[in-house]
């Protein structure tokens, strides 16, 4: 359905990033006109009520005679209120329409709610034949309950820019000197020195020149492992500092930083889609052209034959009350209102409607590896021991207890796997972080040290290397200098995607993997879950283009994923979808949010959104197929078979309950 313009008005300028910004200004002006609508509709409604009380043939229809001196005025008095207030949507989207040279939906309801007042108000100066008042009341409030319930459904694209802008802190701490000092990220400048403590995130592109630490970047790149950092090496602007400090040379600021590339992409992208037309639009812009010819062409052809001005003008309005369609004007908003409910209460959460009919094209569905075919957080896989006097218990409880005070997600998979054994965690002294080796404190009265391969380097050890070499991250841990064995963790993949990939298959649908992480660990859950593709250390922009290429195959292209690094590739599908357990970015750029995080949810969303177009086209058919049979009637020139305004009004009154009933429907349709 042709929207009302005012969304497409305002341009977003997102280059400077203000959180406060023009995106959050429009997503209030989104809220403000959903606010409207139903305000006006309330108002309408209530003033429909006397309108229908003093129509004379709603009285000769309930047998009744409630007119008194000057009933006509009052009548003509609160039509007035209800054209002007209630229509006011419909007459400057009339305008827009016009200016923009699109004639739809909005240039309909205008043009019959116009020709129903003005005849009328003709009627009730002099003019002889019967007024339309209570006609246009309730043709004013469908449209304005259609369109509200439209617009609820339909959220700002704005969020998804201002989520991304969210990522970057307010301040930075600028080296100055000796001292540092808190300044606004706008004050930063190319060069510039910043100080990064722990736990901060980084407010900037750069080059580190002093210290080192972990930093976390999956939101950024999809890496689902920290990366260690030293001097020389650059950073991202939003990536997560971990437990070292470090000092920064700022390198990309404003446009030329790597959150605004990511920025423009998902813009880009979905400036594209939005240009998408939907089937109402063309059922609307038909209708239109058939009903103003259709109308015209009635009042002329009787004025030629002779008929009376009143009688060819009461058979030009016929025309177009019943042409304007109420069915048509709710057939998509409720079932958008119904689908959009019930598939938030199956685990599905719907921003884009026309992405969400369209998913029953999907011919291929990309993955995006952590988080959404795997848990995104770390587990462990194997406890191995490797020195006679040490257990995997007394492994489990020294590696657990120098690790408690970090806040890596190592620490969180070794504290909660002893928490499972039920083991006691002692407590640990003299804590130290040495920034990308490893950890060092006192447990027991002895020294005990925990790390990666470099740790294990420092050390003078060397171990055999197995089969899980790359998809497994090993934590070697040391007691008063001698290696006590090691312990394994891997991102887990998640039970129901092995489900849902065969699902997937059967429906003859291809999967493929695209992920930031190494190329063995894509490999090793590819096999495990049977994919089609995968592609690894993909960075945002190549996801773009893989998606691309996908499409311009022809492959009808769904995206599954859960950080900033798919916000692009999201944007560019022709369905995104993303995993609620993954960050706002994600769920503001997706079409739909999974708020489950469950993969086998995508098989119900095809299904859903195959009953929910059905429904829709079912809807379409009926309502404009009504308008096809009794147009002709409305005419008057069928022998024998012209019906009255009223009549009319009722046949458009039926088709509108045809279609809410049938949307209705829906809820046994997918609800089970």
């Not at 359905?1 to 910004?21: F, I, P, T, W, Y």
């Not at 108002?43 to 309108?51: A, G």
């Not at 790390?451 to 380097?457: N, T």
Request: glycine share 8%.
């Amino acid at each position: 359905m042709k929207q009302h313009e005012h969304h497409n008005h305002e341009k977003m300028d997102h280059s400077k990033m203000d959180h406060s910004g023009h995106g959050e200004m429009k997503h209030d002006h989104h809220k403000m006109m959903i606010q409207d609508f139903k305000r006006r509709f309330w108002i309408s409604l209530i003033l429909t009520l006397p309108i229908l009380a003093l129509s004379p043939m709603i009285q000769g229809i309930l047998g009744v005679e409630w007119d008194f001196s000057g009933s006509n005025y009052v009548l003509f008095g609160l039509s007035s209120i209800v054209y002007f207030y209630g229509g006011w949507p419909f007459l400057t989207g009339l305008a827009s329409e016009l200016k923009s040279k699109s004639i739809g939906m909005m240039t309909l309801i205008a043009v019959a709610i116009s020709a129903a007042y003005f005849y009328s108000v003709a009627v009730v100066f002099g003019f002889e034949g019967h007024t339309f008042f209570w006609e246009l009341a309730t043709l004013i409030d469908v449209m304005l309950i259609g369109h509200w319930l439209e617009m609820r459904s339909i959220l700002g694209a704005s969020k998804a820019l201002e989520a991304l802008a969210e990522l970057m802190p307010n301040e930075a701490n600028l080296v100055d000197g000796n001292q540092t000092r808190k300044v606004s990220i706008g004050d930063l400048k190319e060069d510039d020195i910043i100080l990064i403590r722990p736990g901060e995130k980084v407010p900037a592109d750069g080059v580190i020149v002093e210290g080192e630490s972990d930093l976390n970047e999956s939101m950024l790149t999809g890496e689902s492992k920290p990366v260690t950092k030293t001097v020389n090496d650059e950073v991202i602007g939003g990536a997560i500092n971990g437990n070292g400090v470090v000092k920064v040379r700022v390198k990309g600021i404003g446009e030329g930083g790597y959150l605004s590339k990511v920025i423009n992409m998902v813009q880009t992208a979905q400036k594209q889609k939005s240009k998408t037309q939907r089937l109402a639009d063309v059922a609307a812009k038909w209708l239109t052209v058939i009903a103003l010819v259709l109308g015209f062409g009635t009042f002329f052809t009787w004025l030629a034959l002779g008929e009376t001005v009143a009688f060819s003008m009461e058979r030009m309005v016929t025309v177009m009350v019943i042409c304007c369609p109420h069915a048509l004007g709710l057939a998509i908003p409720l079932v958008a209102s119904i689908s959009t409910s019930v598939s938030a209460r199956n685990g599905l959460l719907i921003r884009n409607r026309t992405a969400f009919e369209a998913s029953r094209k999907i011919t291929t569905i990309v993955f995006d590896k952590t988080g959404t075919l795997t848990k995104g957080s770390h587990e462990i896989t194997r406890m191995v021991s490797l020195h006679s006097d040490y257990t995997e218990t007394d492994l489990l409880t020294y590696a657990a207890a120098v690790e408690s005070p970090s806040e890596h997600h190592i620490s969180k998979g070794l504290t909660r796997k002893a928490k499972e054994d039920k083991l006691e965690i002692p407590s640990v002294t003299d804590f130290k972080y040495n920034a990308g080796i490893g950890v060092r404190g006192i447990v027991n009265g002895k020294e005990v040290q925990a790390g990666g391969y470099l740790l294990l380097e420092q050390m003078d050890q060397k171990i055999d290397e197995d089969e899980n070499e790359g998809i497994e991250t090993k934590i070697f841990t040391f007691v008063d200098g001698e290696l006590i064995g090691f312990i394994t963790f891997a991102d887990e993949i998640r039970e129901s995607s092995f489900d849902a990939i065969q699902t997937l298959h059967n429906h003859n649908i291809k999967a493929s993997l695209l992920t930031g992480d190494n190329e063995i660990v894509a490999k090793d859950v590819a096999e495990k879950l049977g994919l089609d593709d995968y592609m690894s250390e993909v960075l945002p922009d190549q996801k773009l283009e893989k998606i691309k290429e996908l499409q311009a195959r022809n492959e009808f292209v769904a995206m599954v994923g859960d950080g900033v690094n798919d916000a692009p590739a999201l944007a560019q599908a022709d369905v995104g979808i993303a995993i609620g357990s993954g960050t706002d970015v994600a769920a503001e750029t997706a079409d739909i949010v999974l708020m489950d995080s469950n993969p086998k949810d995508i098989v119900n969303l095809i299904l859903f959104g195959k009953a929910t177009y059905k429904k829709m086209v079912q809807n379409l058919v009926w309502a404009t197929g009504y308008n096809v049979i009794a147009l002709p009637l409305a005419t008057g020139f069928i022998p024998g078979l012209m019906i009255s305004p009223a009549f009319g009004a009722a046949l458009m009154s039926v088709s509108t309950i045809v279609c809410a009933l049938n949307a209705q429907l829906l809820r046994r349709k997918i609800g089970g």
